[in-house]
């Protein structure tokens, strides 16, 4: 569907704005993709997103919704055509945003604690409570699909889009610590499920390389701990 007033104000690489991308594709929408510099924060983005001034934003009619779960939820209810992205019954769509805030919330920063974890004991602690919460979206991908491809039944939907694009960064990560977050003895039907979502060609473009994050976040890093030494 082509549409002249959508604008996205994001930054490549970013998995909260690949999330928005998602949606976009999923719906065929045209948009305007507006480069976020990561160093400077633009004068559109203060005025846009003045509270948390992150991106993305997306300006649909000249007017700014920020907050990535809120703007793919936007997008499904001003582009109502098909495919829907949330589930129709309420209260299936409640448990889709359930599940989308405790990925952000509860789960997400687990993968950077862990990361960050310094000496075994700390490692192992924040590694058993990762893994136990990593169970614990398994078993919601398999109440949520039953039986079917992916979180949103035969298409890809709303969880399937929060979660996966966060797998760019997951596979990232997992180079980073030498470990296995998704480990097909554990959880064989989520690493089922990400061989499905990234072979998707609605989504499969705005899953950045893992191994180009991977390096960039290490030389990240190095300028980070230079900068602070000087």
């Not at 889709?96 to 789960?107: P, T, V």
């Not at 398994?138 to 298409?155: C, H, L, R, V, Y």
Request: charged fraction near 25%; aromatic fraction near 10%.
């Amino acid at each position: 569907m082509a549409t002249s007033n959508v604008k996205l104000l994001g930054r490549n690489g970013c998995p909260f704005v690949n999330r928005v991308q998602m949606a976009l594709s999923l719906k065929s929408i045209d948009h305007e993709f507006i480069e976020e510099d990561p160093f400077k924060k633009s004068e559109l983005l203060l005025k846009s997103n003045p509270v948390s001034k992150k991106v993305p934003v997306l300006f649909h009619a000249e007017k700014p919704i920020c907050e990535s779960l809120l703007i793919v939820q936007y997008i499904n209810e001003a582009w109502p055509n098909n495919p829907s992205i949330l589930p129709s019954d309420p209260y299936e769509r409640s448990i889709a945003r359930f599940w989308a805030a405790y990925i952000d919330e509860k789960w997400l920063p687990l993968t950077a604690e862990y990361r960050k974890a310094e000496g075994e004991e700390a490692k192992a602690a924040a590694r058993d409570k990762l893994v136990e919460r990593t169970l614990l979206l398994e078993e919601a991908f398999i109440n949520s699909s039953t039986g079917k491809s992916f979180f949103g039944g035969d298409n890809i939907g709303y969880l399937d889009i929060v979660l996966g694009s966060l797998l760019g960064w997951l596979k990232a990560e997992e180079i980073m610590t030498s470990t296995k977050i998704f480990d097909e003895t554990k959880i064989p039907q989520l690493v089922a499920w990400t061989e499905r979502f990234f072979a998707d060609i609605a989504v499969k473009d705005f899953i950045p390389e893992s191994e180009k994050l991977a390096e960039g976040f290490k030389k990240f890093e190095i300028l980070k701990a230079a900068s602070n030494t000087n």
